[in-house]
């Protein structure tokens, strides 16, 4: 099981330990995750079918490197990659040609120091947040419009049709000790919180990824919220009024759910935690969560929060994935697009089935 030791120096680092950065594990501890959660009946498999960059790419000048987040315009089948140890952003076509450069490494305004999260609106705007706590907003074509401040540290952003940002903070005080707080804040593009919502919950042990939640929209009216270190998944109203909430109905995140709500050790600073989910997308009234470990597997959920399919590929065990999103194909396949760290390279890899 991937374990993970999380200090805590600064925003930036917080942020790469939290969502995952690599540690270190046996080849024979990997081949027994795999057997212990071997894939499940009725289950697809995915296969490799593209990447960038590729060698030509690589040529030029074009790679990743560190990239941490990217986001999809479903209107304009553009991708947008926050290259973080490059300070911009890259804009690609969806079938992964590469566009142009926005941005370049700096404080001013226009300029970016290790963007990370990226949004797109429903202007086709792109909203980026960077080490230096203010969102930046940028024309589709990269021409800088506005910027506002953020006055605390988020772990995860969602944008909704309405135009506000939904932002899940990355630190809560401990429940016990002080009033409790929301889970999730709503922002105006001025970086004014306008709405507080989400009752949080009371782990065990009180540490800094209690409210690791990642987001995400579902049309125009829902609002999904997965707990990247545990169980739990709830879907609310743009308004933050509670629809449901669940478990999910899978062993290998159910174990890590009770490793961490069990075992989990916070001191000085360093968390011992297991991380099994490492993102969420919506598509329609579908929803997908990202693992990858033991494999790289996606689980599609219906509008229930029930288990519909599982996805997966077998990539090797130093493999895994900071961000993704579905999109379909032609022939209307499912495209599940990875923003993956290996051992030879930050990349964006495509899957899907025959």
Known sequence: MKLLRITIMGLIL???????????????????????????????????????????????????YKAAHFAYDKEKHVIYVSNWGLHKIYKLTENLKFIKEISRKGEAPSELNYPMHILVDNKHRVIIDGENRRMQIFSEEGEFIDYFRLYKPYYSFAVGKNGLIYATPHLLFPINDKPAESIIEVLDLTGKVINKFGEQIQFPVYTPINNNVLLSIIGDKELIAIWAYFDIVRKYDLNGNLIMEKRIDDKLIKDVAEH??????????????????????????????????????????????????YYWSGPFPKYYAKDFFVTRSADNKKMFYILTLGLEANRIEVYSYQ
């Open 260 to 309: 961490n709500r069990s075992d989990i050790k916070y001191k000085d600073g360093v968390i011992t935690a297991r991380s099994a989910i490492r993102g969420v997308y919506s598509d329609g009234d579908n929803i997908y969560i990202l693992m990858t470990y033991p494999r790289l597997a996606i689980l599609e959920l219906d509008s229930s929060l029930n288990i519909k399919k």
């Open 14 to 64: 917080i942020i790469f330990a939290v969502s995952g950065e690599q540690t270190t594990e046996s080849t024979s501890e990997w081949k027994e995750m795999l057997r212990k959660y071997p894939v499940p009946e009725n289950s697809v498999e995915l296969s490799l079918k593209d990447f960038f960059p590729k060698k030509e790419d690589e040529d030029k000048g074009i790679y990743l």
